[in-house]
């Protein structure tokens, strides 16, 4: 099965702070992406990386930085955290490559944060 | 770009009843339409998922219809049963995009014992 590991399911943070969201998997995945959910706007996509140290914005890359220093790890940065930025935020991993199988992510539980 | 519409937002069905949700595209390019559905506490997890060449596809109770010509497609759960409450997302892609998927907004699926 795959696995994505996310480091934190709760976060409570102030204003200003900077703050760091992990995530591992351990599927060998190429690609893996960070997604911001919030009720009634689904799934919207901040970053999204295919390779190590290689990344894309997303739609909302505003006040957020990533990180992927190895092919398994993925990090979101929040560099001054605002209370906008009260969410959960989901990790996911996917396959590079031809076939069925590329389209399909597989999510981490999730990491809800607050920003106060 | 592309935009993916998902209804409705709250969907509340008898235990044993069928449920359906819809979903319409806008890009004429998209051929891959999966759906997720997220349990609480968890993150969101592929159930089913239809390619352009097919019309439909079905799962056990659970089946997708695609109607390219209209740009949309539905999620249809038979004999709901108390585990099927969750959050369904519809999202489109073109393939060979090889990583975004387009994310309708989601629904909340309530099953009323």
């Known amino acids: 099965d795959v696995k994505v590991t996310q480091s934190s399911r709760y976060l409570v943070k102030r204003t200003g702070e900077k703050v760091f969201l992990e995530c591992v998997q351990d599927m060998d995945h190429e690609n893996m992406f960070w997604y911001r959910q919030d009720p009634g706007l689904g799934l919207r996509l901040i970053y999204f990386s295919y390779d190590v140290k290689m990344k894309e914005k997303g739609d909302i890359p505003e006040g957020y930085s990533v990180s992927r220093e190895k092919k398994e790890r993925f990090s979101l940065i929040l560099e001054s955290a605002s209370t906008n930025q009260t969410s959960m935020y989901l990790c996911?991993?996917?396959?590079w490559g031809s076939g069925d199988s590329k389209n399909i992510q597989y999510f981490g539980a999730g990491t809800r944060l607050s920003v106060l | 770009g592309e935009n993916v519409e998902q209804h409705p937002s709250t969907l509340s069905v008898q235990e044993g009843d069928s449920a359906v949700i819809k979903c319409t595209y806008s890009d004429s390019a998209s051929n891959y339409f999966p759906w997720y559905k997220q349990e609480l506490g968890k993150g969101p997890q592929l159930i089913i998922d239809i390619r352009s060449n097919v019309g439909e596809k079905k799962d056990q109770r659970i089946a997708v219809t695609l109607n390219k010509t209209a740009k949309h497609f539905s999620l249809h759960i038979t004999e709901t049963q108390p585990e099927d409450s969750a959050v369904y997302f519809c999202a489109a892609s073109e393939s060979d995009s090889n990583y975004q998927l387009i994310w309708g907004a989601g629904t909340k699926l309530i099953i009323k014992p």
């Open positions: 996911a991993s996917s396959l």
